[in-house]
């Protein structure tokens, strides 16, 4: 392939302007969802049951919304939340309510003492932003090829009883693309818990995100849990945010009925009903599973390209560089770029002082503390093809001018 710049310093003359920091859907994977606010035949005010979602009412979600997202979580209706446009909202809530209310037949979280949190790393920096925010302690753990290091985690949950949750992205994870295996998914849902109230965050955000025409499935947490006996230890969460309008998606999570009550119960303090017609055009623009992954197949076809281009780049400018290596995603929206030792930060910093923004080096670990200094997230999602190729030059020579290494070219 062609390469643009012969070195670093030509490419910090060429002024680029580029943000890369966040994993935005592309002007061109929103156009793909456009009717949704143009076409009529997605416009309409009743639901099926004649709810009008003009007004106030269906705290859970309207039963049309419930039932398409149970088809796509793989969970009955029932077990089904629908909300508004952002699953973080979710989790912070969840994590809200547990705090000041208590799981089901247990008391606030703040009233038996400090509250744990297993985090795996590299991890969606979001999770480590709530947690630290709400004075939760983050207990890091490696996440390994087939997702987090079992036997660590099941040491830890097992003698402590002040570590009430742990977040999991069980498939095409962020930063690193990570798929959790079916043996991982079985020892979190079996894992003996020294709080009763242990929770699973499961932040399914790319169930359907898929690179390649491989459709990997993600484990179905909720039924493994219901065989163990702790048919309350998941939350799943998911929502259409990289699938229609990142700001005007919909988002849902669902558990077992005991914890859609407690749901309900705690949601009904904070709001009369979510926004009914937008979940509605939803239903009548995706109609069934079939829909989405049909949709998604279209978002594929314009991501895919993206990932090749950053995979090309760097393997021709980075291939047997030492210590140097990168994941290759089946899915997702990032690149986890592994430097040698205490070269991360200096990296995005010599990136950032010739025009090309990176995600900080650091942010996917608790505390913004990666101890090696290692991590660089790649985001190539809202850049065009062009854009992409060039930035991936920066970053491969930015790293290649801190480590003094020279190209594999």
């Known amino acids: 392939m062609k390469i643009h710049y012969a070195d670093w310093n030509e490419f910090r003359a060429s002024k680029l302007k580029l943000d890369m920091s966040r994993g935005k859907p592309s002007p061109e994977q929103l156009g793909l969802s456009q009717a949704l606010l143009d076409d009529p035949a997605y416009t309409s ?3 099926g049951d004649g709810t009008d979602c003009r007004n106030y009412g269906a705290l859970l979600g309207i039963p049309e919304a419930r039932r398409l997202f149970a088809e796509l979580l793989g969970v009955s209706a029932e077990e089904t ?19 000041l209310h208590g799981a089901p037949g247990f008391r606030p979280w703040r009233d038996q003492g400090p509250v744990k949190f297993i985090c795996p790393v590299p991890g969606y920096d979001r999770h480590f932003s709530i947690c630290e925010t709400l004075g939760i302690h983050m207990l890091p753990v490696p996440l390994l090829a087939t997702g987090p290091d079992m036997d660590e985690v099941e040491r830890l949950v097992a ?3 002040s570590i009430k949750g742990m977040w999991c992205m069980p498939k095409y994870s962020n930063p690193t693309g990570t798929i959790y295996s079916a043996e991982v998914a079985r020892r979190l849902g079996g894992m003996p818990a020294a709080a009763p109230d242990f929770r699973l965050f499961w932040d399914d955000a790319y169930r359907f995100h898929h690179l390649t025409e491989e459709r990997v499935a993600t484990p179905d947490i909720l039924a493994i849990c219901k065989e163990r006996g702790v048919p309350d230890r998941p939350i799943l969460f998911m929502s259409t945010s990289k699938m229609t309008f990142a700001s005007g998606g919909v988002a849902a999570l669902a558990s077992s009925i005991g914890n859609v009550r407690w749901w309900e119960k705690h949601l009904s303090i904070q709001t009369i009903g979510p926004d009914k017609l937008n979940q509605l055009r939803h239903v009548k623009f995706f109609r069934d599973r079939s829909g989405v992954e049909a949709h998604m197949d279209r978002h594929r076809a314009l991501l895919r390209p993206k990932f090749d281009a950053v995979h090309r780049v760097l ?6 560089v030492p210590s140097v290596s990168w994941t290759r995603p089946k899915g997702g929206y990032f690149i986890d770029l592994v430097t040698p030792p205490r070269v991360a930060r200096r990296t995005v910093e010599l990136a950032r002082s010739a025009g090309l923004t990176l995600t900080p080096a650091g942010a996917s670990f608790p505390y913004r503390n990666d101890s090696t200094d290692q991590h660089i997230r790649i985001a190539p999602s809202y850049p065009s093809l062009e854009e992409i190729e060039l930035a991936a030059e ?5 790293l290649l001018h801190v480590t003094g290494a020279q190209a594999a070219a």
């Open 45 to 47: 005010a009743l639901a």
């Open 81 to 99: 939340v629908v909300a508004g446009n952002s699953s973080l909202a979710l989790f912070h809530d969840s994590i809200v309510f547990l705090l």
């Open 159 to 161: 003698r402590d009883p």
């Open 315 to 320: 393997d021709t400018l980075l291939g047997g």
């Open 394 to 398: 920066g970053i491969a020579l930015a």
